[in-house]
Nanobody
């Protein structure tokens, strides 16, 4: 499975942004997908996960109520809608695919290249 994250950019605090993670390969729909982020000088942290069917999701407390994860398996794409962005959301965002839902980065087998989101005040 190959992944390509896109949609990052420079936005102002309070704005919305949608990130996409496009997957290739027949097995994309067989994988759970997670979004992680890594701010400068910090570790890579979980943001959200979504099950194979899209029926089960998980959100980190820091983004709960502001971010929404969804997927369209017909398009091999996972989306993450972000609302009410804050300066502390500034990070490189990565999507990852694996066989089981997990919050640890080590549980995911495939990674996209990352897309930078910068939130200015």
């Amino acid at each position: 499975v190959q992944l390509q994250a896109s949609g990052g950019g420079l936005v102002q605090a309070g704005d919305s942004l949608r990130l996409s993670c496009a997957g290739s390969g027949r097995t994309f729909s067989s994988n759970v997908v997670g979004w992680f982020r890594q701010a400068p000088g910090k570790e890579r942290d979980i943001v959200a996960t979504i099950s194979r069917s899209g029926g089960s999701t998980y959100y980190a407390d820091s983004v709960k109520g502001r971010f929404t994860i969804s997927r369209d398996n017909a398009k091999n794409t996972v989306y993450r809608q972000m609302h009410s962005l804050k300066r502390e959301d500034t990070a490189v965002y990565y999507c990852a695919a694996g066989l089981r839902i997990a919050t640890m980065a080590s549980a995911y087998d495939y990674w996209g290249q990352g897309t930078l989101v910068t939130v200015s005040s």
